[in-house]
């Protein structure tokens, strides 16, 4: 059975429009940094302007659903990508939060109609996690692939292809290339 990058095709993406938040989280950032360079690897692939890439991070994993959510409230991308690596140790970390990160990465996208990719390998060693961000298997590749695809399907889906929704945070006219206008949701 194929797995890793292998396991999945993705069509030919357009993304010279598609915003994308990247959100890193620093616990292992040795190998996070990896997934990183995955993911903006396949951005460019698919040409994503670097100038629409924002770059934040956080702590560890478990702070990753309210930064991913600040970020989607913020109406600045169109889509994000939370990054992180829970590694299985000799407590029970990994079992009491890698559940409670992935339903709150999930309720993000839900709630906030802002696609959010899941980013967050969840594995029993270093040695299984650097497996999976390194060279043809670095799983980041098809996260940012995923992430151009989704940001597409909303902007299809919503009917306002090239156009922000702005949904309570953040100066989103600020951001963004710079012949897109910004909308309100309720402007006329
Ligand atoms: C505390 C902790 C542990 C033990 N392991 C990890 C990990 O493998 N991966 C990860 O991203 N974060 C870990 N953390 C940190 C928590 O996610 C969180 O940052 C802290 O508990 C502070 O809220």
Request: no cysteine.
């Given at each position: 059975m194929a797995a890793g990058n292998d396991a999945i095709d993705f069509p030919e993406l357009d993304g010279k429009e598609v915003r994308v938040g990247i959100i890193k989280a620093r616990w292992h950032e040795d190998i996070t940094d990896d997934l990183v360079a995955g993911v903006k690897s396949a951005l460019a692939e698919c040409g994503v302007e670097a100038e629409n890439i924002v770059e934040s991070e956080v702590?560890?994993?478990?702070?990753?659903?309210l930064a991913t959510r600040f970020l989607a409230l913020s109406g600045t991308v169109d889509v994000i990508i939370p990054i992180g690596l829970l590694i299985k140790g000799d407590t029970y970390h990994?079992?009491?939060?890698?559940?409670?990160?992935?339903?709150?990465?999930?309720?993000v996208g839900l709630s906030t109609g802002i696609p959010v990719i899941f980013g967050v390998l969840t594995v029993n060693t270093e040695e299984q996690a650097k497996y999976?961000?390194?060279?043809?298997?670095?799983?980041?590749v098809q996260w940012g692939k995923a992430a151009v695809e989704m940001a597409l399907l909303r902007a299809s889906a919503v009917g306002q292809k090239g156009r922000k929704f702005f949904l309570g945070f953040g100066a989103a006219e600020e951001v963004g290339s710079k012949d897109r206008k910004s909308t309100r949701l309720n402007s006329s």
């Open positions: 702590p560890g994993s478990f702070e990753l659903p990994f079992e009491v939060i890698a559940d409670t990160v992935t339903r709150g990465l999930m309720d999976r961000a390194t060279g043809s298997n670095n799983h980041g």
